[in-house]
Each structure stands twice: as C-alpha cells, then as structure tokens.
C-alpha cells in the first residue's frame, strides 16, 4: 500500500480527495442538525448547573463542618 501524503492546503488538494475517494478511503460524515445542537448544548449546560450546585452545597458543608454545624440531608425534589 501506498503511503499517505501528510495534508497540505495547496491545489493539489482536489486531486489528492478525489484519489481517496477512488480508492474507498473517503467515507462521508454525519453531520448533525442545528435542532440537534440546540439540544446537546442545553442537555451539557444543564450538566454543567448541576455540577456547579452540587460543588456549591458540599462547600457550604464542609465549611458548616469546620465550625461544628451539622446540616440534615438534601432532598431532591
């Protein structure tokens, strides 16, 4: 097999794409929906609020701890 040429930006490039598809080497890609974004980026952000609450309770423990306050359990609802 032929070794690959490392990737260049020159005019070359149209002729180097069209041997790798040739060749089957070249497979499409998905590419997601802006409405699939949206979501993701809502689903992470609200990952990220979670973990900042939760980092924010337990440091309001720990320094409750320190001085001999002791705080009950933390319902969910």
């Known amino acids: 097999m032929k070794a690959m040429k490392a ?4 005019p ?11 060749n089957r080497l070249y497979k499409d890609a ?7 974004h ?3 980026s809502v689903i ?9 609450s939760v980092r924010f309770d337990n440091t309001i423990r720990g ?4 001085f001999g306050i ?5 319902s969910t609802s």
């Open 70 to 74: 002791r705080l009950g359990a933390v």
């Open 12 to 22: 070359h490039d149209a002729a180097g794409l069209t041997q790798l598809a040739r």
């Open 63 to 66: 320094l409750c701890a320190t």
């Open 38 to 40: 949206g979501v993701r």
């Open 44 to 52: 992470t952000a609200r990952g990220h609020l979670v973990e900042a």
């Open 30 to 36: 998905h590419v997601k929906s802006p409405a699939a």
């Open 7 to 10: 990737n260049k930006t020159d």
